[in-house]
């Protein structure tokens, strides 16, 4: 089967930087991506990593490590608005591009 | 504003009933992708159509159907509802269909309440 671990919450305050974890076990790898996803608001794309290193948006970076099936997203300079759950989402075929998304976490940041 | 339309906003219908969910997406996009919200089971892909094709079939029941038209909206029917059927359905389009296409753009969502 397919699974991806992620914390279902994490708590920050604002300006602070917050790491959150994804690790996977699927029967295909072609590449992890993030989306963010506000309270009654649909995902939006964050990043995406199909080799192993960090890539950097901004105040958003994600990482990936495949050898451990392991990536996170970092996230910088928290603001209030950076409050919303955070899903990691591998693509695990190639011939389409269908993604199997974790449970998500939901983030918030105080101030 | 993702530029994929989805409708309706909101549906509440009947066990037994049957349903379209309509989306229409970005202009230039010739994927689709369709998945499923709900609160225990997280964000499920369901199908992936390719301009008109079908590309990938997720755990889509086999009372859900959806087809991908030649001016490339979609539409995903939902037959025999029930109860558990209640969710936010979502739909996504990207250029392409395989590694080009990695960011997906997701509509604004059908909540569909089955009573």
């Known amino acids: 089967g397919q699974s991806l671990e992620q914390p279902s919450e994490v708590t920050a305050v604002e300006g602070a930087i917050v790491q959150i974890n994804c690790t996977y076990q699927?029967?295909?790898?072609?590449?992890l991506s993030w989306y963010q996803q506000h309270d009654g608001g649909a995902p939006t794309f964050l990043s995406y990593?199909?080799?192993?290193g960090l890539e950097e948006t901004g105040r958003f970076s994600s990482f990936l490590s495949r050898s451990d099936s392991y990536g996170y997203l970092l996230l910088q300079e928290l603001q209030m608005k950076d409050s919303a759950s955070y899903f990691c989402?591998?693509?695990?075929?190639?011939?389409?591009?269908?993604?199997?998304f974790g449970g998500g976490t939901r983030l918030m940041v105080k101030p | 504003d993702s530029g994929v339309t989805q409708t309706p906003k909101h549906l509440i219908t009947a066990t037994g009933q049957r349903v379209t969910l309509r989306c229409s997406p970005r202009?230039?996009?010739?994927?689709v992708y369709w998945y499923q919200q709900s609160l225990d089971q997280g964000l499920q892909f369901l199908i992936h159509?390719?301009?008109?094709?079908?590309?990938a079939k997720g755990n889509i029941l086999e009372r859900f159907s959806a087809q991908q038209f030649p001016d490339l909206h979609s539409e995903l029917n939902l037959s025999s509802l029930e109860l558990g059927d209640s969710a936010l359905y979502f739909c996504?389009?990207?250029?392409?269909?395989?590694?080009?296409?990695?960011?997906?753009?997701f509509g604004p969502g059908t909540r569909l309440t089955v009573t």
């Open positions: 996504a389009s990207s250029v392409a269909d395989s590694d080009s296409s990695y960011e997906q753009y």
């Open positions: 202009s230039g996009d010739l994927s």
């Open positions: 159509y390719y301009n008109g094709e079908e590309r």
């Open positions: 699927t029967s295909g790898f072609y590449g």
């Open positions: 990593n199909a080799l192993d």
């Open positions: 989402a591998v693509k695990t075929d190639n011939a389409g591009n269908m993604l199997t």
